[in-house]
């Protein structure tokens, strides 16, 4: 992410949950300004100065910050500003368990960086222990997590595991909760995410350095899990 990048003025709609408030309901409320390492938003509800909020969007992206200022917005909305806390802060991580603490290579570069601050991407439904339970699954996840950012059709994961394309697929999704092509695209995600938290890619080298081909495929994908494009995703991430 460059230093220089100013204040931008975003709409984007999310929920946040009070650390503060045990089992809370979430409440939606909206970006407005954002700048690098904090945001402003918006919502009818407002948290207390010194909250901690859980910001979640889409799938599995999640972001902890600290309410550092409330105020009156407008009749019946209240804004408040955010300091996103990053891997100093709080320790929030890219959830490496899909890796198994494998650093994943792409196109023979460097590995790409799996912690980025503030944000925590986690697909919460796999069942992570079939990839050491089950031999094939293991087999699948090596192959997979060392070659992610080729073509790879289910056809040859099927291969890898050594079964009929349909019955692999059917039990992948069975035993690892979420069905191949899922897992496939949450781990090229995460990996996106940690590329573009670093700020040393363009959203286009990043899509192929992750497995896209098609950059418009790359951004469809991308909203799919984090409700933001790439670009509004750019804008929120801190360099770490």
Known sequence: MENRRK?????????????????????????????????????????????????????????????????????????????????????????????????????GSEAAPSLFCGWNFELKRVNEAAFDYYQRLSRVHAYVTENYWQDLSLELVADVAAMEKTYFS?????????????????????KALGLMGSGDYTITEVATRVGFDNLTTFRRTFKKWTNLTPAAFRKMARPC
């Not at 889409?58 to 408040?80: I, P, Q, Y």
């Not at 059917?170 to 496939?184: D, R, Y």
């Open 7 to 107: 204040n931008e003025r975003m709409d984007l709609e999310l929920e946040a949950t009070s650390l503060a408030v045990p089992g809370g309901e979430s409440v939606s409320i909206r970006a407005n300004n954002v700048s690098i390492g904090g945001a402003y938003f918006v919502t009818e509800q407002p948290p207390k100065k010194g909250d901690l909020l859980l910001i979640s969007t889409g799938n599995a992206l999640e972001m902890l910050g600290e309410v550092v200022r409330v105020a009156n917005h407008a009749e019946g909305l209240f804004g408040f500003a955010i300091h996103f806390l990053g891997s100093d802060d709080r320790g929030f991580r890219v959830d490496d368990s899909a890796q198994n603490g494998k650093e994943l290579n792409g196109n």
């Open 170 to 190: 059917t039990f992948f999704h069975e035993k690892v909760g979420v069905p191949f092509s899922s897992w496939l695209q949450y781990l090229r995600i995460s």
